[in-house]
């Protein structure tokens, strides 16, 4: 995605990402990591 792992975290925590969280490991699915960066594309700019 070209995000920093920090990133990543903070759209997890902010519950932006689709994830899945076991035992406080946060796990994500490829295809709705697809899904999410199509619908997304202009709207994060860095």
Do not use: C, Q
């Not at 902010?14 to 899945?20: L, M, R």
């Not at 796990?27 to 619908?39: A, G, K, Q, Y």
């Amino acid at each position: 995605m070209g995000f920093s792992p920090w990133t990543v975290r903070g759209l997890i925590w902010k519950g932006e990402i689709p994830h899945i969280n076991v035992a406080g490991k946060y796990f994500l699915d490829i295809t709705d990591m697809d899904r999410w960066i199509e619908i997304n594309k202009t709207k994060f700019t860095f």
